[in-house]
């Protein structure tokens, strides 16, 4: 069984600070998907990393997938409280065959 | 282009009953996948239809299942309810073919009783 584990559970921070949050299995994984979801909707689609190493920049997110492909990091710069929400890490299965939630990150940013 | 669309929103059922939920995907997304949300288990993967036959199922026992029509919409039921199924059932649609980027729809909230 793949699992997905993410830290912390929890953030509360205030506007402008810095974060990160973490996306850790012992499986390999063909590609991992990062989503954000507010309260009362289905999770969107931030972005997806494919090749292992890779960096890939949404404004003020960076999201790293690591070397061996079995983790991955979410880095917020000047939070600002649009940004609160459910972050969830997914790492896609056989190429797509499967997807593995991880139990997410609640982040609250405080103005 | 519209967006996933569940139906209902809501729903308030007692144990015992069986309930019916519906999810129609994005235009030209041949691909359905069903997940249950909670908040011990997180976002648990249910099943998957693709052009009308299951493609990928979860671990869930046998009182949930689904189908998918010719066009694209899918049915999810779970039959005699127990209180543990109270959740957000969301769907999620892609093309099916390549892409895995998954759009998802906003949830039925299913509260058992």
């Known amino acids: 069984t793949q699992l997905l584990e993410q830290s912390p559970q929890f953030l509360s921070i205030q506007e402008g600070e810095n974060l990160t949050v973490y996306c850790n299995s012992s499986s390999v994984f063909s590609s991992l998907q990062w989503y954000r979801q507010e309260p009362g909707e289905g999770p969107v689609l931030l972005v997806t990393v494919v090749t292992g190493g890779e960096v890939k920049k949404l404004k003020r997110l960076t999201f790293q997938f690591g070397d061996a492909r079995k983790d991955s990091s979410l880095h917020i710069t000047a939070a600002q409280p649009g940004d609160t929400g459910l972050y969830l890490c997914?790492?896609?299965?056989?190429?797509?065959?499967?997807?593995?939630f991880g139990p997410g990150t609640r982040l609250s940013v405080l103005p | 282009k519209a967006g996933v669309t569940q139906t209902p929103r809501y729903l308030i059922k007692t144990r015992g009953q069986q309930v019916t939920l519906s999810c129609s995907p994005i235009?030209?997304?041949?691909?359905v996948s069903w997940y249950q949300q909670t908040p011990g288990q997180g976002l648990q993967f249910l099943f998957e239809?693709?052009?009308?036959?299951?493609?990928n199922k979860g671990n869930f026992p046998g009182r949930f299942s689904g189908r998918q029509f010719s066009n694209s919409r899918s049915e999810m039921n779970v039959s005699t309810l127990e209180l543990g199924d109270s959740a957000l059932y969301l769907c999620a649609s892609r093309t099916g073919t390549g892409g895995h980027e998954q759009y998802f729809g906003p949830g039925t909230r299913l509260t058992v009783t």
């Open positions: 239809y693709f052009s009308e036959t299951q493609r």
């Open positions: 235009s030209g997304h041949r691909s």
């Open positions: 997914a790492g896609v299965v056989n190429y797509g065959q499967n997807f593995v």
